[in-house]
């Protein structure tokens, strides 16, 4: 699922193609799906140069709210409490 701060995204359906120019930030590991998604978002454009790694979940929290960085989580935490702040697009 795409994150994106509230007042930043309005709802509906985003391409990964319109979003090459932005800034995302991703937990920083090599499990789950996180390297095939590293694969697919530089297909679609997205330059490595454009993506900030973090293990920590407050720095992508603060990141996607303050800073206008987007973000990927499993959808099995779509109803988290952190959410509420911001708002989410199906990928």
Do not use: K
């Not at 932005?22 to 454009?45: C, D």
């Amino acid at each position: 699922m795409l994150v994106a701060n509230r007042a930043r995204i309005g709802n509906g359906t985003v391409r990964l193609a319109s979003l090459q120019h932005e800034q995302w930030v991703l937990p920083e590991t090599n499990m789950g799906y996180y390297s095939e998604l590293l694969t697919t978002l530089q297909r679609s454009g997205i330059r490595r140069e454009n993506i900030v790694n973090t293990d920590s979940v407050v720095t992508i929290y603060n990141l996607v709210l303050n800073a206008d960085f987007l973000t990927v989580i499993p959808c099995r935490h779509d109803h988290a409490v952190w959410l509420e702040p911001v708002c989410h697009h199906p990928h």
